[in-house]
């Protein structure tokens, strides 16, 4: 990479990162590539000349949060360690919530902006890309030398225990951000206890199968 290259994609990620804090800050319909410009320091020109609209922009911001949050942790998931990876998983949700929140929150704002626009997010080119990456890499995840059986069983436990832990972080982060954006104690403490609920079921799922 060229140093003209190095200096584009500093750029694109200065925008990027600036228009999250703007979309998450006072929602993507009130926001315009004006402000985005302006708040990043470039020009109106430079702007466009990485991206053809808001549309665009706020679209691939959501693919590569969904590849941040989902497309690398799940990947992380252990057959031979099952309920600790699985664990391991969830705490780094519990991590985002921390330290990325407005992942969390973007994915959900970004839901209601696209709907508004009678469009599926599913639809976008950069999406179904992703999709064939994770795709690829759950395939390789799946010929493990695990007994098929269990195999199934935990990759569906895997996928309804981080689908419930996201949905579930997702609403707590919408709600912090109505009430002013002040995660308090007893937030994080309904977040582990959270956590623990779902980590109890999975034990109790593998000591039914494994008694």
């Known amino acids: 990479m060229n140093l003209r290259e190095k200096q584009m994609q500093m750029t694109r990620e200065i925008i990027k990162d600036t228009a999250l804090s703007l979309f998450c800050a006072q929602g993507i319909e009130r926001t315009d590539m004006a402000q985005i410009a302006e708040q990043a320091g470039i020009s109106r020109r430079t702007l466009y000349h990485h991206y053809k609209d808001k549309e665009e922009l706020a679209a691939q911001i959501y693919v590569l949060n969904l590849e941040r949050m989902f497309g690398q942790l799940l990947f992380d998931f252990d057959f031979e360690h099952p309920v600790q990876s ?116 999975v034990r109790q799922s593998k000591n039914q199968t494994n008694p």
């Open 86 to 201: 699985l664990e391991n998983i969830l705490d780094k949700y519990l991590a985002l919530r921390d330290q990325q929140e407005a992942l969390i929150y973007y994915d959900a704002i970004f839901g209601v902006y696209y709907s508004t626009l009678s469009k599926n997010p599913a639809e976008l080119p950069d999406f179904k890309q992703a999709m064939e990456g994770w795709y690829s890499r759950l395939i390789l995840l799946e010929s493990i030398s695990v007994a098929p059986e269990e195999k199934n069983k935990w990759l569906d436990i895997l996928h309804k225990s981080t689908h419930l832990y996201f949905m579930y972080l997702q609403k707590a982060v919408i709600i912090t951000h109505q009430r002013g954006g002040v995660v308090t104690e007893e937030d994080r403490v309904m977040d582990r206890q959270f956590k623990d609920f779902i980590m109890f079921g």
